[in-house]
């Protein structure tokens, strides 16, 4: 037996993969088995490699292996790997805070650490709820969100997911969440329901949660600026929060450090993870405002007793340190923007090609919808990736959503070789 069939044999036996139909896996699939990563490329167990087109789930925006994360890991490794952030405190934790909310929007103050981004959103969402609870309007325990959001899998997040087939086992026990549809031709009406519900039902709304311009999970749909911009001012008006979930937009992905700055608005809470920690470990962090803050302060049993075992965890925020000092230093937002023109004309290009139906792209991000059954389950993307696979590119399609999401220091050669192979690849699917 080959190394891969050993590792292949084993896995098939024994692990259950997130989002993977698993008969299917067991019996058809080939999977891909990679054994090492460095700046945009995947290499297999055999050798062969594979332009990384989503940045290892939208984490690796720095690429694989910079060769600063991996000393800043080996660094704090050698130092300190964990102890807990309950009632003690610790350079990277401390000083990452402080860096943070630096780089944030106006307005947000205090930094809650959580593990992921999952837990991010799991926090802003019960920090809503407990502020309320114990500020004088209980009744205000509903959320708002759209109607294909995605943000996180546990219960709790999962209740403002909209993607049907990723919630329907769940919709009896979820929390209360009124999702506002999104319509394929685009997000005006979904926003004047939203912004309608917002004026009509404050009393009863905790939160509006929301992903800054564009929804990643639901297929890359991106919208106006000015739509975040209203909604935002309609929630200040009515005193709901507004919840901000950057946990894909976050980090240049769209162009500016947060999405949120396309339309110039501070949410309440925002939630950040992903590239937050260059996609070495997970970590993740809730960023609010004094205002919520000082709304758990007083007597003990205001605090927000809450918290995760990892929390803050120092190899996390030490490496999360790192990102931000590499993002300074190699100007990556800036020199991303060239990049991202070279994404959008390869992407416009498929537009007049057969059977692509809407492309859309933005900052470090390009898709295209290919005509015929839309969702999740649709499979004609997946055909798009066994293409891209066989010319050297590893895509993780949506559905029918064809997407890059490459990390934002990508060579400009491997970004043109990764945009040529789905240029191919497409044109060979549909063909
Ligand atoms: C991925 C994602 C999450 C969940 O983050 P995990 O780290 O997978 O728990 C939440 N919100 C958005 C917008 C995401 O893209």
């Known amino acids: 037996m080959s190394a891969r069939e050993r590792i292949v044999a084993a896995d098939k036996r024994r692990v259950w993969h997130p989002y993977t139909p698993m008969r299917q896996y067991v019996d058809e699939t080939e999977p891909l088995c990679i054994a090492r990563a460095q700046g945009s490329r995947l290499f297999d167990a055999d050798g062969r490699a594979f332009l990384d087109g989503n940045s290892s789930w939208w984490t690796a925006a720095l690429g694989h292996g910079h060769p600063r994360l ?35 929007p106006p307005g947000l103050s205090r930094v809650f650490y959580a593990d992921d981004g999952s837990t991010a959103v799991e926090i802003a969402l019960k920090l809503a709820l407990q502020y309320w609870h114990q500020n004088g309007r209980p009744e205000r325990t509903r959320f708002v969100a759209l109607g294909d959001a995605f943000h996180g899998d546990t219960l709790g997040a999962a209740a403002l997911g909209g993607v049907e087939v990723f919630r329907r ?6 929390l209360d969440c009124v999702h506002v549809p999104v319509e394929p031709s685009g997000h005006e009406r979904a926003f004047a329901a939203l912004e309608h519900l917002l004026r009509a039902s404050a009393d009863t709304l905790a939160a509006v949660v929301l992903e800054p311009v564009v929804q990643g999970a639901a297929g890359m749909r991106i919208y106006s600026p ?45 939630c950040t993870a992903k590239a937050l920690s260059g996609g070495l470990l997970p970590m993740g962090a809730t960023l609010v405002s004094e205002r919520i803050f000082e709304g758990f302060l007083g007597e003990p049993e205001r605090a927000f007793y809450y918290g995760h075992t990892f929390s803050g965890n120092p190899l996390g925020a030490a490496l999360a340190r790192e990102v931000l000092a590499i993002y300074r230093d190699e ?101």
Not at 88 to 104: F, K, N
Not at 258 to 267: D, R
Not at 402 to 430: F, H
Request: charge should be negative; proline fraction near 4%.
């Open 331 to 431: 100007r990556i937002l800036e020199r991303a923007a060239q990049k991202a023109l070279r994404i959008r004309s390869a992407f416009e290009e498929l537009a007049t090609c057969e059977g692509v139906g809407r492309v859309r792209s933005l900052g470090m991000i390009g898709a295209l919808e290919l005509e015929g059954q839309s969702g999740y389950l649709a499979g004609s993307g997946r055909r798009v990736a066994e293409e891209a696979l066989k010319r050297g590119a590893y895509l993780r399609p949506l559905g029918n959503v064809v997407y890059v999401a490459p990390p934002l220091n990508i060579d400009d050669a491997d970004l043109d070789e990764l945009l040529a192979i789905v240029d191919a690849s497409v044109r060979a699917a549909v063909g």
């Open 70 to 104: 991996v000393a800043a890991l080996k660094r704090q490794a050698d130092v300190m790997a964990h102890v807990p952030l309950a009632g003690i405190a610790h350079e990277p934790a401390a000083l990452l805070a402080e860096e943070l909310i630096a780089v944030a």
């Open 226 to 270: 000015e739509h975040l911009a209203r909604v935002a001012a309609v929630a200040r008006d009515a005193d709901v929060f507004l919840v901000l979930d950057e946990v894909f937009t976050g980090y240049g992905r769209t162009g500016p450090m947060w999405a949120s700055q396309h339309a110039g608005v501070s949410p309440d809470l925002l």
């Open 169 to 174: 086992p769940f919709a009896g026990v979820l």
